[in-house]
Structure formats: C-alpha cells, structure tokens
C-alpha cells in the first residue's frame, strides 16, 4: 500500500533531517492565539480533531468537517507502541528486563535464530533488522487472519529472514512491536490485553479505550478517514496487536498524556532513559526533540508519538516541563504530519502558539 511506502520516508527525511541540522528554524516573533492558530489551520482545509492542554487545564477543543462531536472513538494505531514501550521500561524498572540484554536471553527458543541477537533497545528503536511485515501489506487487510494470537504473529510472520543485522539499520518496523507485546506476554502470563488494561488504561483513567480484536472489531461509529481522496479501504485493526490496536476518544488519549508526565507509568529516571533521544531523534517508542517557540524563547523538548493507519492519522505532543500537550487527529490520511520537528507543517503554528500560552 502506497501510504505505507509514504509513512517510511517521512521517518527517513525525519532522521536525516536531525542529523543534518544542527538548529532548528526560527519561529515568528509574533505568536498566535491557540484560537488564532486553530482557525488558521481551518483555513488550510484541515479535516480532524484538534486539542490542547497544559496540564489539567484544557485550553482548546475543536472539530473541523465531517467530524462534529469530540466523543467519537478513533483508533490510536502507533501510538499504542509509547504504550507497549512503557510496559517494557516497567519490566525494566522491576529487573525483568535489560535493555541491551538480546532477545535470546529471554526467549532462547525464538524461532529465528539471527533474531534473538537483537538487542530489547533495537526492538524499541526499529534497529533490530527483524522482518518487516509491511513489505506485505495484505496482511492487514480484512481477508487476512485476525492477527488475535500475538504469539502466533511473532513466531510466525514476524520470525521470517531478517533484513540486516541488529544495530545496522532503522526500518521502521510493526514486527518490532508485535515480538515486544509477545516477550511481555511470556514474562507475565498474562495476555497483552490485560497488561493495557492493568498497567496503561486503569491507572490513566482511560474509562472508554479498548483493543481492537476480532471479537471487538473496527466500528461504523467509529472515525474514519480517506486516502487518496476516497473513503480508506477497510482494513483489519485488530491485526496490529501491540504496534497499532489501541483505540480510544479525545479525552482517552489525554489522559493517557497526563498519565505519563505525572509518573504514574515510569519514576522519572526511567522516563528520561525512555525520551532520551539518539542521534537522529529516536527514543524508546517515542521521539524526542528541541523545538524553539519563538526568538525570545529557549528551546522545548518535545516528545512526539505519531499513529497512522489508512485514513486516519494521529499527532501526540507533549512538553514534559511545561505539561503541554497538543493532539491532532486528521481524517486525510494523505496529509503530512511528519515537519513539526523543523518548526513545519500543520501543527508547528499550533505548538508555537501553545508553547507561547501562559
């Protein structure tokens, strides 16, 4: 599928674009209003949910085109891998774990045997040069198998040739996660499901997020997008497992922000090894980078998570310090989300005037 081809290079131009840039662009002096910036974005013909907050305290809520409550459920896709990254560092914190402990130290029987050598911090990292399910789309498609048997998918599809070498090459890589969600799995007994609802959703408060299933598959009520100008095809999310089948509403994915700036998954030393960013901007499940609101202001860290999945995208952006947070949910699947980093695209004006809200 062509927006998958799309979503690997716009994490290449990200990474190169780090690395060969030793500052950021500089921002206007003159900073919109959230409202300001929210009805600038308007008149770009964004379609979508936008939301800011700092701290407990909502600043802006706003829906653009066919979406008209706030309510409606979404699917979170990648943004469910910060989830799976957090359960991870949780094992780490309780020493089940060690992030650059290879696979084979906890699941010597993998069935690739090049596979075990890749180290818990290149899964996270998508330098694990594991198979890349996505080089076969059809997978996740409506008439492939449900995708429900986590352990089936990461000894299956997953255990296929590698690419490279672990700690050679990024590529992003949804088997990553699916390998990750099974290993916590196995360390728990528990199946991945109740580890979200345990570890993630219940101490956050998240009352209305779920998983995707093939019990509990995509809903009508649920938001939909389009790629390509059309109505995005259908395609089977409960087959992403833990890179890509949360789901939940606006207020869900907030509270899952607070959650996480407020310590209430990670004490504060195992958070910062979870943000802190490698050479190219990549955390552990997440990506962390400067980012200048204006002239007058010193740079913010931002850690971003961007979910993707057909019509529907997803940009989660949280300042740690400040507790700012700003959600974009756009029904084009089509539209770039990926420039925020370089003070670009729809919602570098939305962060800038966020940051510059007092």
């Known amino acids: 599928m062509s927006h998958i081809k799309k979503y690997l290079a716009s994490f290449t131009i990200f990474s190169a674009g780090l690395l060969a840039s030793?500052?950021?662009?500089a921002a206007p002096k003159n900073l919109p209003s959230l409202e300001e910036a929210a009805?600038?974005?308007?008149?770009?013909?964004?379609?979508?949910?936008?939301?800011?907050?700092?701290?407990?305290?909502?600043?802006?809520?706003?829906?653009?085109?066919?979406?008209?409550?706030?309510?409606?459920?979404?699917?979170?896709?990648?943004?469910?891998?910060?989830?799976?990254?957090?359960?991870?560092?949780?094992?780490v914190e309780a020493g089940k774990l060690q992030l650059d402990?290879?696979?084979?130290?906890?699941?010597?029987?993998?069935?690739?045997?090049?596979?075990?050598?890749?180290?818990?911090?290149?899964?996270?990292?998508?330098?694990?040069?594991?198979?890349?399910?996505m080089v076969n789309p059809a997978v996740h498609m409506m008439d492939a198998n449900s995708g429900d048997d986590i352990q089936k998918f990461a000894t299956g599809l997953c255990a296929g040739p590698v690419t490279a070498a672990p700690g050679s090459k990024f590529d992003y890589n949804n088997c990553d996660y699916i390998v990750l969600?099974?290993?916590?799995?196995k360390i728990n007994k528990q199946s991945f499901l109740s580890l979200l609802q345990q570890r993630i959703f219940a101490p956050a408060g998240m009352s209305t997020a779920s998983y995707y299933t093939a019990a509990?598959?995509?809903?009508?009520?649920?938001?939909?997008?389009?790629?390509?100008?059309?109505?995005?095809p259908e395609v089977n999310l409960a087959s992403y497992g833990p890179a890509g089948s949360s789901f939940g509403t606006l207020k869900?994915?907030?509270?899952?922000?607070?959650?996480?700036?407020?310590?209430?998954?990670?004490?504060?030393?195992?958070?910062?090894?979870?943000v802190k960013p490698n050479n190219v901007g990549g955390a552990l499940g997440v990506w962390s980078y400067p980012f200048r609101a204006s002239d007058a202001h010193s740079q913010v860290m931002i850690i971003e998570r961007q979910g993707w999945i057909a019509g529907v995208r997803i940009l989660n952006?949280?300042?740690?310090?400040?507790?700012?947070?700003?959600?974009?949910?756009?029904?084009?699947?089509?539209?770039?989300?990926?420039?925020?980093?370089?003070?670009?695209?729809?919602?570098?004006?939305?962060?800038r005037a966020l940051l510059g809200t007092q």
Do not use: C
């Open 22 to 25: 030793g500052s950021l662009l």
């Open 39 to 91: 009805k600038n974005l308007g008149k770009t013909g964004f379609q979508g949910l936008v939301f800011a907050a700092r701290g407990d305290k909502v600043l802006l809520e706003k829906s653009f085109g066919a979406i008209k409550d706030s309510k409606q459920t979404f699917r979170f896709a990648s943004i469910t891998k910060q989830m799976t990254a957090i359960l991870v560092m949780q094992e």
């Open 101 to 133: 402990q290879p696979l084979g130290a906890y699941w010597p029987d993998y069935p690739n045997v090049q596979a075990r050598n890749a180290t818990i911090r290149q899964l996270l990292t998508h330098y694990s040069g594991l198979y890349n399910e």
């Open 181 to 185: 969600g099974a290993l916590l799995e």
């Open 216 to 232: 509990l598959p995509d809903s009508k009520q649920h938001i939909h997008g389009t790629l390509g100008g059309k109505p995005e």
């Open 252 to 274: 869900d994915l907030y509270a899952f922000d607070l959650a996480f700036i407020q310590g209430k998954y990670l004490p504060a030393k195992s958070r910062e090894v979870m």
């Open 317 to 351: 952006l949280v300042d740690l310090q400040s507790q700012s947070i700003l959600i974009m949910v756009s029904t084009n699947g089509d539209l770039d989300l990926s420039q925020t980093w370089a003070n670009k695209g729809p919602a570098a004006e939305m962060l």
